[in-house]
């Protein structure tokens, strides 16, 4: 399945021997590029599905605003990519604006059960909060993000922008190969929790194959009762009610109450300057800050002299991830229940002092938070849509873990997330899990400007990759020229194993494990082995890439990547 499922051990041994100078495929000799940039006059869609960047597209033909094509797209995924993302999860979103010239970010996730507390995971004698099942599953924000994305930025009906996804929920549409593959990962997993059988499979054994029709009416209907009465009905109507009913019938704890207060939250966007770039993230309870960490450590260095694939490119990159993710362990979470010092984290001089700690030759083997908390993972989509008037949307929409907790309310057509699973259970810990209370969350969509324009807008989907995907996009081009298809299409490095802010929070001790994707040489993997990583080979954890960049001459040029089904269109 292309690189997504990559090569065996051998087959890497190999494919590390050859210079990634010699991993250009494309005629016109651009290394590592599976196909060229899309360039288009008027607008952009970039989604991780073909039929979702169609529908995008269409929308915005038909007078609709990127935000108007996002929502009807972001809908069609949660049809199609059920895999990744669905009604059922959060939502995260930054929106360029060309009337006030401004970034507008959008906080979409959701709070655990009130009646839900520390207590009970304690009588049940859990450390961790499971990845299936009821007790991970927290109130849901897209429908609500849905609607206020469309009321600030919309132009027409969000009836109108539903349409696309309703007529293929009802008709039918053909699943690609790599929504197939983790599908079929997914359904003997899941199986087991009331509705995901009956709505999820088919004949209640298996998940779809490559090509073949899939139609969900009962999110049809879901869908319709949303385009026709509004986001109450979601969270205070009919299908708030249905929902309540579900998790009491199955040792569940989300209750109406919990569906009817929820609100997203308008925030402002945090940034860094790198090498004359703005990068701008959301501030937690997501990670997106971790990105601008690990930039601001690696701008002392010049990278651009010691080259991509280099020992140093990677040794100094996985020391800064390490760095960056102690503070993600120890201060990333909801700001409602914990101040983190954004500020300081994102500082220069905060960067000096972190930096200071990195050697050049040997590999940290534990990494402390510089800022010390005073205390008072997964599946996901990512797409980017710009239109004719320049405005410009980053979103990114997630069940978490597969397709999320199992918990399918019969007749919805959707699954409920398993977010939760990312609270700590350790009373004390900034996200230690309360009633109430936003998880830690890593979906996490990001914006660049230059100059005070929009430049890019992009995400890299998949967990604790994520920050590492935004970095590396950003190295890429800024230090190592690379265009925008060539950015995402070249080999990742995934570092695991820093402490996390779930579970049960231990701490790394031994360096953790670093990934390396096919194409980097063997002389810089033996380089690393000596300066004490541990080089591994791992399938498929180097997430998932969308972009759309600001071009120059006029309209937009788009990325997307091999690793996944999707494609970048525009006219």
Do not use: C
């Amino acid at each position: 399945m292309r690189r997504l499922l990559a090569l065996s051990s051998l087959g890497l041994a190999l494919a590390l021997a050859i210079p990634a100078a010699s991993a250009a495929d494309r005629i016109v000799g651009e290394a590592f590029a599976t196909r060229s940039e899309v360039y288009a006059p008027h607008a952009m869609a970039a989604t991780s599905h073909p039929l979702a960047t169609q529908v995008a597209l269409d929308v915005m033909k038909g007078g609709g605003s990127a935000v108007d094509a996002a929502i009807a797209a972001n809908a069609a995924l949660g049809l199609m990519e059920p895999t990744g993302n669905g009604i059922g999860g959060d939502l995260f979103a930054i929106v360029w604006d060309p009337k006030t010239k401004k970034l507008y970010g959008y906080n979409g996730s959701g709070r655990s059960p009130r009646g839900l507390d520390l207590a009970e995971f304690q009588r049940r004698g859990l450390t961790e909060v499971p990845p299936h099942g009821p007790l991970p599953v927290t109130v849901p924000g897209t429908v609500d993000a849905w609607f206020a994305l469309h009321g600030r930025f919309g132009r027409r009906p969000i009836a109108e922008d539903l349409a696309p996804a309703i007529r293929y929920a009802r008709e039918g549409h053909p699943v690609h190969q790599v929504i197939a593959y983790y599908w079929g990962r997914s359904v003997p997993v899941l199986s087991k929790w009331p509705g995901f059988a009956e709505q999820f499979t088919v004949d209640g054994k298996r998940g779809p194959r490559t090509g073949e029709m899939w139609r969900n009416p009962n999110l049809a209907n879901t869908l319709e009762a949303i385009a026709e009465g509004g986001r109450d009905v979601f969270y205070k109507g009919d299908i708030a009610r249905r929902i309540d009913a579900y998790f009491k019938a199955n040792d569940g704890f989300l209750r109406y109450e919990d569906l009817a207060a929820h609100e997203g939250e308008w925030v402002e966007p945090v940034s860094t300057h790198y090498r004359g770039y703005d990068v701008w993230e959301l501030p937690p309870n997501g990670q997106g800050i971790a990105a601008l960490q690990i930039l601001n450590i690696l701008e002392g260095y010049d990278l651009k002299s010691y080259g991509f694939g280099s020992p140093e490119h990677v040794h100094l990159f996985t020391e800064a991830k390490k760095l960056a993710f102690a503070d993600r362990a120890a201060s990333y979470a909801d700001p409602a229940f914990y101040r983190t010092p954004v500020e300081r984290l994102v500082s220069k001089d905060y960067a000096a002092e972190r930096r200071a700690l990195i050697s050049m030759d040997r590999a940290m083997k534990a990494a402390e938070p510089g800022v010390i908390p005073q205390l008072n993972e997964g599946d996901t989509i990512y797409m980017t849509v710009a239109d004719a008037d320049g405005m410009m949307v980053s979103l990114i929409q997630s069940n978490y873990r597969g397709m999320g907790s199992g918990m399918a309310p019969p007749g919805l057509g959707f699954i409920f997330q398993d977010r939760g699973e990312q609270f700590v259970l350790k009373p004390g810990h900034p996200n230690s899990f309360a009633p109430g209370k936003r998880p830690f969350h890593t979906i996490i969509p990001a914006f660049v400007t230059r100059d005070g324009k929009p430049w890019m807008s992009f995400g890299v989907m998949g967990g604790a990759m994520q920050p590492q995907g935004h970095a590396q996009i950003i190295i890429n081009m800024v230090d190592f020229g690379m265009n925008l298809q060539e950015a995402g299409d070249a080999p990742r490095i995934q570092h695991d194993g820093s402490t996390e802010p779930a579970g049960q929070a231990v701490a790394m001790s031994d360096g953790g494990e670093l990934d390396l994707e096919t194409g980097y040489p063997y002389e810089t993997v033996r380089a690393l082995m000596q300066k004490g990583h541990s080089v591994r080979f791992a399938h498929g954890p180097y997430g998932g890439y969308q972009a759309i960049q600001v071009n120059p001459e006029g309209g937009y040029i788009g990325a997307s990547e091999s690793r996944k089904d999707g494609q970048a269109a525009g006219y």
